[in-house]
């Protein structure tokens, strides 16, 4: 099973809570996708206090076989989202390959391969990407209390 994260990118600075809420969003469109398994990205704390992660602001990991009909659904959603809410970009990246997809972008094959070769193996290396806490499949886990810390 693959997996990738996801960051939203909002065109203005906005508060903390609107980018969570933006991402939370896009977590929601994508759990309509059958076969997809979305949580809230995760990184450890450098803070004291009870959580050991702390979760990555507008950030998700989406996982899951990713089938052709997968990945093209996963654009469709992403390019959607992105100009539905007018955001800057979504990044998908998996290790240090990343996709960036803005509300232009145009659905074609040419995405849907990049896509492909994003997902591809091999795997990135242990240690390069976030974290990620265990979540039902398609739903996003509860947040720690204490407050968010900014992500990448």
Excluded: C, N
Excluded at 39 to 59: D, R
Excluded at 71 to 78: G, K, L, Q
Excluded at 106 to 122: N, R, S, Y
């Amino acid at each position: 099973m693959s997996e990738f994260s996801l960051l939203v990118e909002p065109a203005t600075a906005v508060a903390a809570e609107r980018v969570d809420q933006l991402a939370a969003g896009l977590a929601d469109d994508l759990r309509a996708v059958r076969g997809l398994r979305v949580a809230y990205a995760q990184s450890p704390t450098t803070a004291h206090g009870k959580s050991q992660q702390a979760w990555e602001l507008g950030m998700l990991v989406v996982g899951g076989f990713f089938s052709a009909a997968t990945m093209r659904t996963i654009v469709v959603v992403a390019v959607a989202y992105a100009d539905r809410i007018k955001a800057r970009s979504i990044r998908l990246r998996r290790g240090d390959r990343e996709l960036v997809i803005t509300g232009t972008t145009k659905i074609d094959e040419a995405l849907v391969t990049q896509l492909a070769a994003l997902l591809a193996d091999p795997a990135p290396a242990v240690g390069t990407g976030p974290a990620v806490g265990e979540a039902d499949r398609g739903a996003l886990p509860a947040k720690p209390s204490g407050g968010a810390t900014a992500g990448s």
